[in-house]
């Protein structure tokens, strides 16, 4: 027994599918659709408009980035961290190191001997000593104000910083400071500290030689602690320049040979030319 269908039960949509349903006006044609292969012509108008718009695009990022590389150019320069002396005093002293070389002015040679000078010393005496260098202070007026301030900071009590000794180098101003607690002034001497920071550090510092500045006062600090002789240390040298100018002796002599000379050249430019007129004429 056939079951006869209706042409639309058979194109009713599916429940529960997520297309959606054709219009009810839409008819089926047993023709098939002609399909049209002719493209569309782009319209002049439309295609002006697209380029104008990339135009327009283009030089809107143009000008953004330029802007945005101006704006970098004209920015101000990051502002310079805090001066050095402060990093110093909040690092706290050098565990192992025994020195600070903060200014950057002294060489591997001349760590290496003075971390074996001060390790030797601070097992034998029990008397630390740091070094520290440093290019300018900004806080401190000078480089004892300043030693005493980190002598103070890094061993704030009197039982942490009664042997612990501070040697301070400023570069920019040749100048140099010790100071430490009691146990260590009392190992050295007060003979010794004016010595050192009048002599060795100043002096040295003047000639720009930093590391036989901080060597020669290692040297002559741990001398002290141990009671050995005073090392002493290097003479200022004062550079006279010669002078120039001649003595009134020798002023005398050189215008006399001069006047000589200048006879003679006188005599000759006048005496050679009337002999050589003289032998010319007696021939005729």
Same mark, same amino acid.
């Given at each position: 027994?056939?079951?006869?269908?209706?042409?639309?039960?058979?194109?009713?949509?599916?429940?529960?599918?997520?297309?959606?349903?054709?219009?009810?006006?839409?008819?089926?044609?047993?023709?098939?659709?002609?399909?049209?292969?002719?493209?569309?012509?782009?319209?002049?108008?439309?295609?002006?408009?697209?380029?104008?718009?990339?135009?327009?695009?283009?030089?809107?990022?143009?000008?953004?980035?330029?802007?945005?590389?101006?704006?970098?150019?004209?920015?101000?320069?990051?502002?310079?961290?805090?001066?050095?002396?402060?990093?110093?005093?909040?690092?706290?002293?050098?565990?192992?190191?025994?020195?600070?070389?903060?200014?950057?002015?002294?060489?591997?040679?001349?760590?290496?001997?003075?971390?074996?000078?001060?390790?030797?010393?601070?097992?034998?005496?029990?008397?630390?000593?740091?070094?520290?260098?440093?290019?300018?202070?900004?806080?401190?007026?000078?480089?004892?104000?300043?030693?005493?301030?980190?002598?103070?900071?890094?061993?704030? *009590?009197?039982?942490? &910083? +009664?042997?612990?000794? #501070?040697?301070?180098? $400023?570069?920019?101003?040749?100048?140099? =400071?010790?100071?430490?607690?009691?146990?260590?002034?009392?190992?050295?001497?007060?003979?010794?500290?004016?010595?050192?920071?009048?002599?060795?550090?100043?002096?040295?510092?003047?000639?720009?030689?930093?590391?036989?500045?901080?060597?020669?006062?290692?040297?002559?600090?741990?001398?002290?602690?141990?009671?050995?002789?005073?090392?002493?240390?290097?003479?200022?040298?004062?550079?006279?320049?010669?002078?120039?100018?001649?003595?009134?002796?020798?002023?005398?002599?050189?215008?006399?040979?001069? *006047?000589?000379?200048? &006879? +003679?050249?006188?005599? #000759?430019?006048?005496? $050679?030319?009337?002999?050589?007129?003289? =032998?010319?004429?007696?021939?005729?």
């Amino acid at each position: 027994m056939e079951t006869l269908l209706s042409p639309s039960t058979l194109f009713a949509p599916l429940r529960g599918s997520r297309r959606p349903a054709l219009a009810a006006t839409a008819t089926v044609s047993s023709r098939p659709a002609a399909v049209s292969c002719a493209l569309k012509k782009p319209q002049a108008g439309a295609g002006l408009a697209a380029a104008g718009r990339s135009s327009v695009s283009f030089l809107h990022h143009g000008l953004a980035a330029a802007a945005l590389s101006l704006a970098i150019s004209l920015s101000p320069a990051p502002v310079p961290a805090a001066a050095s002396e402060f990093d110093v005093l909040n690092d706290g002293p050098p565990v192992d190191s025994y020195v600070v070389d903060d200014a950057g002015v002294l060489s591997r040679v001349t760590k290496s001997d003075v971390k074996r000078l001060a390790r030797d010393l601070e097992a034998r005496k029990n008397i630390r000593l740091n070094f520290i260098t440093v290019r300018k202070l900004t806080s401190k007026a000078d480089a004892f104000e300043y030693a005493d301030q980190v002598l103070e900071k890094w061993y704030p *009590t009197i039982e942490e &910083g +009664g042997n612990k000794g #501070i040697v301070v180098l $400023v570069t920019s101003q040749k100048e140099g =400071a010790v100071t430490g607690g009691p146990a260590f002034i009392q190992a050295v001497g007060e003979q010794v500290l004016d010595a050192t920071v009048s002599e060795n550090l100043p002096v040295l510092a003047t000639e720009e030689k930093y590391n036989e500045a901080i060597v020669s006062t290692a040297r002559r600090l741990a001398a002290a602690i141990d009671g050995l002789p005073d090392t002493g240390g290097p003479a200022f040298k004062e550079n006279k320049r010669e002078s120039n100018f001649k003595t009134k002796e020798e002023t005398e002599e050189k215008r006399g040979q001069f *006047t000589l000379v200048v &006879g +003679g050249l006188l005599v #000759i430019a006048f005496v $050679v030319p009337m002999a050589q007129y003289y =032998a010319y004429v007696s021939k005729k």
